[in-house]
Each structure stands twice: as C-alpha cells, then as structure tokens.
C-alpha cells in the first residue's frame, strides 16, 4: 500500500479531544437532513432521482466522482447507524449489498467492492461502495478513499454509463415479483 502522497511526511500526536462533539447533521441542534428533504420531495431538491430504491432502502448517485462505480446507500427513512436500524431492514441490509456488490462488479476492470459505514457526517445512515481498479495494488484498504480524494474526477459519461449499468443490474436482481 502506498499514501497518495510524497514522502517525506511528518507523523502527527493526536490533537486535544473535542467533548462534547459537534452535532452531525440531522442530529438535535445539526443541521437538518438534506437526505430527509430530498426524499420528501425529491423535484425540489434539484438533485438527480435515485439509481434505485425499494420500500426500505435508496440506492445514490455520488458527486465528483473519481472512479466510476462509486455510489452509496441509505436508509429510506432516518435511522442512524446499524443499532438503529429496524429488524426488517437490520435483516434485508446484507441482501441488498449483496446485490450492490455483484452490480458494481459486473462493470468489470474491479479487483474488489470496499463498503464504508463512516457515520461522522450525517446521522442518516449511509454506506458508501468504492470500487478499487483491477491492479491498483497502491489503493488496497485504507488507501482507497485516499487516492480516490486526490484522483482528478472521471469523464462524466464514464460515470453516468457506470451508473445506469448498476441502476439496470439493481432492478434485474429485484426479487420482488
Ligand atoms: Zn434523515
């Protein structure tokens, strides 16, 4: 694994703890929930329509995208994290990843699907899904979100195509009749 960065770097000591937090947004005193927002009225947020959606869960486009394929998945309704999340969607989350993950796969060129939970930046729950490159060896792990910070933004047709193959692969595997 290599950092998206030149050597040499200076190690840091971790700064003085923050106590108690910042609220994130769509937490009591955060700013309110855009994702909240945007479901409610999806025409006036001026945001693009899901890839995909079911009764539970929102397949989404992401911004600026670097490497084709990346794309994230919410609650439908706000939930935080995992501990959170209803039994009946507690139980559908590793089927629908599932399905996210062979979708993006399928688009070829990929070594393998990262899913990322952060949840420091809002507390409506989302997961992210990065595709690392076939062959980038210097963006295994960690490094992965490093490199695709830094990495100059993909052709916007690459994206879009990469998009609707996943959009089309999501309702192909749809197992509702
Ligand atoms: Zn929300």
């Known amino acids: 694994m290599t950092l998206p960065y030149a050597e040499p770097l200076t190690k840091l000591a971790p700064g003085p703890r923050v106590i108690p937090e910042p609220p994130r947004i769509g937490e009591p005193g955060?700013?309110?929930?855009?994702?909240?927002?945007?479901i409610a009225d999806p025409a006036r947020s001026g945001h693009q329509p899901p890839l995909w959606s079911d009764e539970d869960w929102v397949l989404c486009r992401a911004v600026d995208v670097t490497i084709p394929g990346i794309v994230w998945l919410a609650s439908r309704e706000h939930h935080d994290s995992f501990a959170?999340?209803?039994?009946?969607?507690?139980?559908?989350?590793?089927g629908v990843v599932?399905?996210?993950?062979r979708a993006i796969l399928?688009?070829?060129d990929i070594a393998r699907?990262?899913?990322?939970?952060?949840?420091?930046?809002?507390?409506?729950?989302?997961?992210?899904?990065?595709p690392r490159p076939l062959g980038m060896l210097e963006a295994r792990r960690?490094?992965?979100?490093?490199?695709?910070?830094l990495m100059?933004?993909?052709?916007?047709?690459?994206v879009a195509a990469a998009e609707e193959k996943i959009a089309a692969a999501l309702l192909a595997s749809d197992p509702r009749p």
Do not use: K, N, Q, T
Not at 30 to 38: E, I, V
């Open 113 to 130: 699907v990262h899913v990322y939970r952060w949840g420091d930046g809002s507390a409506h729950f989302h997961v992210w899904f990065y």
């Open 106 to 108: 399928a688009l070829g």
């Open 142 to 149: 960690e490094m992965l979100p490093l490199w695709a910070d």
């Open 84 to 94: 959170d999340l209803p039994d009946r969607m507690a139980a559908s989350y590793g």
């Open 152 to 158: 100059p933004a993909a052709p916007a047709e690459a």
């Open 30 to 38: 955060g700013d309110p929930c855009g994702f909240c927002a945007w």
């Open 98 to 101: 599932a399905r996210i993950e």
